[in-house]
């Protein structure tokens, strides 16, 4: 009986682990997604209003899904601490410590922290938008590696554990 419960939870305890996996991979592209759509949003302020940077930061802070929201609502906390280190360097901060991106994607928003802020508004949404179209083609990619590699993720957890179950038995 030991035994059996034994295995039951070895095999448990690998197809979670295949399913664990395989959300983590579509967490980052709905996270590629979220900061995509955030973008949209700076460059929509940009091109209308060209608010000053707190403001923007703000107003879209405001209207953004998460993880975009929290992004920029940090970058906005973050503008107080302008006086000390400049907004590219809060900006770079804040890319790094935002959770749920893939590595591509912080690669990809990391130049914009040097253009917010210290161009003409017209320059800044240009920037801005080039960001945000190479965001959503590697959503695009990360959602179509999510669907292939998370059942090869999914196959490998329950496999795994059904071997485990064969071996224990």
């Given at each position: 009986?030991?035994?059996?419960?034994?295995?039951?939870?070895?095999?448990?305890?690998?197809?979670?682990?295949?399913?664990?996996?395989?959300?983590?991979?579509?967490?980052?592209?709905?996270?590629?997604?979220?900061?995509?759509?955030?973008?949209?949003?700076?460059?929509?302020?940009?091109?209308?209003?060209?608010?000053?940077?707190?403001?923007?930061?703000?107003?879209?802070?405001?209207?953004?899904?998460?993880?975009?929201k929290?992004?920029?609502?940090?970058?906005?906390r973050?503008?107080?601490?302008?006086?000390?280190?400049?907004?590219?360097?809060?900006?770079r901060?804040?890319?790094?410590?935002?959770?749920?991106?893939s590595?591509?994607?912080?690669?990809?928003?990391?130049?914009?922290?040097?253009?917010?802020?210290?161009?003409?508004s017209?320059?800044?949404?240009?920037?801005?938008?080039?960001?945000?179209?190479?965001?959503?083609?590697?959503?695009?990619?990360e959602?179509?590696?999510?669907?292939?590699?998370?059942?090869?993720?999914?196959?490998?957890?329950?496999?795994?554990?059904?071997?485990?179950?064969?071996?224990?038995?």
């Amino acid at each position: 009986m030991i035994r059996l419960m034994g295995a039951v939870l070895a095999a448990a305890g690998c197809g979670w682990l295949g399913l664990r996996g395989a959300g983590a991979l579509r967490e980052q592209a709905r996270g590629t997604w979220g900061m995509a759509a955030g973008l949209a949003l700076l460059e929509g302020e940009l091109e209308l209003d060209a608010p000053p940077l707190p403001r923007l930061l703000e107003r879209c802070a405001r209207r953004a899904e998460e993880p975009a929201k929290r992004f920029l609502t940090r970058c906005a906390r973050g503008m107080d601490r302008l006086g000390e280190v400049p907004f590219s360097a809060v900006w770079r901060q804040e890319v790094e410590e935002c959770g749920g991106l893939s590595r591509a994607c912080r690669e990809t928003l990391l130049p914009l922290g040097d253009l917010l802020g210290r161009r003409e508004s017209r320059v800044q949404a240009e920037g801005v938008a080039q960001v945000r179209r190479r965001l959503e083609e590697l959503a695009g990619r990360e959602q179509e590696e999510s669907r292939r590699q998370g059942r090869v993720l999914q196959v490998l957890g329950l496999s795994g554990g059904a071997f485990l179950v064969i071996l224990l038995l």
